[in-house]
Protein backbone atom coordinates (compact mmCIF):
# COMPACT_ATOMS: atom_id res chain seq x y z
CA UNK A 1 0.00 0.00 0.00
CA UNK A 2 1.17 3.88 -0.91
CA UNK A 3 2.25 5.95 1.99
CA UNK A 4 -0.80 8.60 2.34
CA UNK A 5 -1.43 11.55 4.61
CA UNK A 6 -4.84 13.36 5.96
CA UNK A 7 -6.52 15.82 3.52
CA UNK A 8 -9.41 18.18 4.95
CA UNK A 9 -11.20 20.18 2.44
CA UNK A 10 -13.29 22.67 4.59
CA UNK A 11 -15.94 25.09 3.68
CA UNK A 12 -17.44 27.86 5.67
CA UNK A 13 -20.46 25.57 6.13
CA UNK A 14 -18.95 22.01 7.15
CA UNK A 15 -15.85 19.83 6.71
CA UNK A 16 -16.70 18.37 2.92
CA UNK A 17 -14.37 15.99 2.80
CA UNK A 18 -11.56 14.13 5.73
CA UNK A 19 -9.97 11.41 3.74
CA UNK A 20 -5.83 9.50 3.84
CA UNK A 21 -4.91 10.70 0.26
CA UNK A 22 -1.64 9.56 -1.70
CA UNK A 23 -1.77 12.97 -3.77
CA UNK A 24 -3.47 16.10 -3.84
CA UNK A 25 -3.22 19.18 -6.84
CA UNK A 26 -3.63 22.27 -5.47
CA UNK A 27 -5.23 25.20 -7.57
CA UNK A 28 -2.40 27.52 -5.59
CA UNK A 29 -2.26 31.21 -6.87
CA UNK A 30 1.01 30.89 -7.89
CA UNK A 31 0.19 27.81 -9.99
CA UNK A 32 -0.43 24.48 -8.68
CA UNK A 33 1.09 22.48 -6.62
CA UNK A 34 1.03 18.87 -5.78
CA UNK A 35 1.16 17.80 -2.55
CA UNK A 36 2.76 14.15 -1.18
CA UNK A 37 3.46 12.36 2.09
CA UNK A 38 6.69 14.17 3.52
CA UNK A 39 5.73 17.64 1.89
CA UNK A 40 7.60 20.35 3.78
CA UNK A 41 5.50 22.79 5.61
CA UNK A 42 3.70 25.54 3.60
CA UNK A 43 0.98 28.14 3.01
CA UNK A 44 -0.61 29.03 -0.09
CA UNK A 45 -4.10 31.42 -1.05
CA UNK A 46 -6.19 29.41 -3.56
CA UNK A 47 -7.23 30.59 -6.58
CA UNK A 48 -10.48 29.30 -8.77
CA UNK A 49 -9.62 26.32 -9.90
CA UNK A 50 -9.91 22.10 -9.28
CA UNK A 51 -7.99 20.10 -6.39
CA UNK A 52 -7.16 16.76 -7.43
CA UNK A 53 -7.45 14.00 -4.61
CA UNK A 54 -5.64 10.69 -4.90
CA UNK A 55 -6.87 8.65 -2.37
CA UNK A 56 -5.22 5.62 -0.60
CA UNK A 57 -7.61 3.68 -2.97
CA UNK A 58 -6.53 5.49 -6.21
CA UNK A 59 -9.71 7.00 -6.94
CA UNK A 60 -8.89 10.47 -7.95
CA UNK A 61 -11.81 12.97 -6.57
CA UNK A 62 -12.19 16.50 -8.66
CA UNK A 63 -13.94 19.26 -6.47
CA UNK A 64 -13.81 23.10 -7.99
CA UNK A 65 -12.92 25.47 -5.08
CA UNK A 66 -13.01 29.29 -5.28
CA UNK A 67 -10.44 31.21 -2.97
CA UNK A 68 -9.72 30.46 0.23
CA UNK A 69 -5.85 29.41 1.61
CA UNK A 70 -4.16 25.52 1.76
CA UNK A 71 -2.32 24.70 5.20
CA UNK A 72 0.55 21.95 4.78
CA UNK A 73 2.01 20.79 8.29
CA UNK A 74 2.78 17.78 10.05
CA UNK A 75 1.97 15.12 7.33
CA UNK A 76 -1.67 17.20 6.81
CA UNK A 77 -2.87 19.20 4.29
CA UNK A 78 -6.06 21.46 5.26
CA UNK A 79 -8.13 23.23 2.93
CA UNK A 80 -10.57 26.36 4.02
CA UNK A 81 -12.57 27.05 0.78
CA UNK A 82 -15.02 29.69 0.39
CA UNK A 83 -17.07 27.73 -1.75
CA UNK A 84 -16.25 24.21 -3.29
CA UNK A 85 -18.36 21.93 -4.79
CA UNK A 86 -17.58 18.31 -6.81
CA UNK A 87 -16.93 19.11 -10.42
CA UNK A 88 -19.44 16.62 -11.19
CA UNK A 89 -22.25 18.89 -9.49
CA UNK A 90 -21.47 21.70 -11.71
CA UNK A 91 -24.50 22.59 -13.78
CA UNK A 92 -23.73 24.23 -17.00
CA UNK A 93 -26.69 25.84 -17.96
CA UNK A 94 -26.97 27.86 -14.49
CA UNK A 95 -22.83 28.71 -14.50
CA UNK A 96 -23.43 29.90 -17.86
CA UNK A 97 -26.72 32.03 -17.10
CA UNK A 98 -24.62 33.21 -13.86
CA UNK A 99 -21.50 34.50 -16.18
CA UNK A 100 -23.37 35.95 -18.41
CA UNK A 101 -25.08 38.05 -15.57
CA UNK A 102 -21.73 38.47 -14.34
CA UNK A 103 -20.45 40.30 -17.27
CA UNK A 104 -23.52 42.31 -17.75
CA UNK A 105 -22.65 43.72 -13.85
CA UNK A 106 -19.01 44.29 -14.46
CA UNK A 107 -20.10 46.66 -18.05
CA UNK A 108 -23.32 48.51 -15.91
CA UNK A 109 -20.54 48.73 -13.09
CA UNK A 110 -20.63 52.00 -11.70
CA UNK A 111 -17.66 52.32 -9.54
CA UNK A 112 -14.57 50.55 -8.89
CA UNK A 113 -15.53 48.26 -6.46
CA UNK A 114 -18.57 47.26 -7.95
CA UNK A 115 -16.50 46.19 -11.01
CA UNK A 116 -14.17 44.49 -9.29
CA UNK A 117 -17.09 42.30 -7.79
CA UNK A 118 -18.24 41.59 -10.88
CA UNK A 119 -15.43 40.97 -11.96
CA UNK A 120 -14.15 38.61 -9.36
CA UNK A 121 -17.83 36.44 -10.08
CA UNK A 122 -16.45 36.48 -14.21
CA UNK A 123 -13.82 34.87 -13.52
CA UNK A 124 -15.19 32.11 -10.89
CA UNK A 125 -18.06 31.05 -13.08
CA UNK A 126 -15.49 30.75 -16.40
CA UNK A 127 -13.10 28.75 -14.11
CA UNK A 128 -16.34 26.95 -13.48
CA UNK A 129 -17.05 25.82 -16.64
CA UNK A 130 -13.84 24.87 -17.72
CA UNK A 131 -13.53 22.64 -14.97
CA UNK A 132 -16.58 20.92 -16.15
CA UNK A 133 -15.45 20.87 -19.49
Not at 67 to 85: C, H
Given at each position: MAETFGFELVSPEKLLLSVQA????????????????????????LRNGIIEVTGADGRIERIFV?????????????????????VGQIDRAKTEAALKDAREDAEDAKDDHSRTRAQAKVEKFTAMLEAAA
Open positions: EQVVVPGEAGDFGVLPGHAPVISTSGGFAEVANDKLTVLAEEAMP
